[in-house]
């Protein structure tokens, strides 16, 4: 019997299947997806998580950022950082990164889907394997959850679609454009390339959503897109509970709000450090305060965010008011990097 099967393999579940590994349990990672794994997601990470994914070994290639610029049709502010850059990185260059790691450890992963799970008292077993304890990083959509029953309704339906261009970023920040449809986030991945992502309620393409945002538009006029438009959501993922017996939830899996504060990584690798050492000292059940302690302050201020976001009167001075107050824009901004 091993020490914890990891059911997914994106940024959670490989991060969790390493820590655990470093700290000397055995693990095998269930994952059905061959090769790098794309996502539609903004592609920055922020500087603790980029120390973080130091101390395990894993060393993404990217370009560096060193804050955040919002912007409106009006106003432009910019929160630069403190404690060192960002990385902005490919999603697939991140998970091969993370999948070199995984065979320097020599952690197996089973190309396989998890299927029906089975508990009691001492083991867990899913897919052939049987296990001390289960880390289910299967997604936004965990069907792991869905079958534990440990889910909830979505909330605003928001989405996100992501696209790449070919051109030099014409920034070292990641820049954020609001407009009434949502926001466009801007986050320069290589030397030649940016990856924008669009967060909104509203239906259509990208291109048509583009269209509210007139500023990136000019900015992207002459760049070639390079890659195909990929989406993501229902975003909102309320979750009852992170525990159910051996078995432990975490990544998106684990709850999402929003992704406004471009957090979602960061959080992944804090709560995955969490779990592991529940598992390590087998007390699964103190992985509930753990989770919620150390994600407190990004969901607090993701939820608020998306509270006046989703306000018609307060969403128009979302902006004006950080440009108003830059040091407490910057603060804030400093704080969640």
Known sequence: MIDLLVAGCGPAGATTAIRAALAGLSVVVLEPRTGPIDKACGEGIAHSAVDYLARLGVHPSGRPFHGIRYLDARHSVDARFTAGPGLGVRRTTLHQALLDRLSELNVPIDHTRIGPIT??????????????????????????????????????????LRQHYRVSPWTDLVEVYWSGLGEAYVTPVADNLVGVAILTTARGTFDSHLDAFPALKRRLCSAAPVSAVMGAGPLRQRVHRRVAGRVLLVGDAAGYI?????????????????????????????????????????RLLTASLLWARNRSLLAPHIVPAAARLPGVYARIVNRLS
């Open 258 to 298: 929003d992704a406004l504060t471009g957090e979602g990584i960061a959080v992944a690798l804090r709560t995955s450090a969490e779990l592991v050492d529940c598992v390590r000292v087998g007390r699964p059940a103190d992985y509930e305060a753990a989770w919620r302690r150390v994600s407190r302050e990004c």
């Open 119 to 160: 508990q009691n008292d001492t083991s867990v077993t899913a897919a052939g394997h049987t296990a001390r304890y289960l880390a289910a990083a299967d997604g936004l959509h965990s069907p792991i959850r869905r079958q534990l029953d440990l889910g909830g309704s979505t909330g605003a339906p928001r989405r996100g």
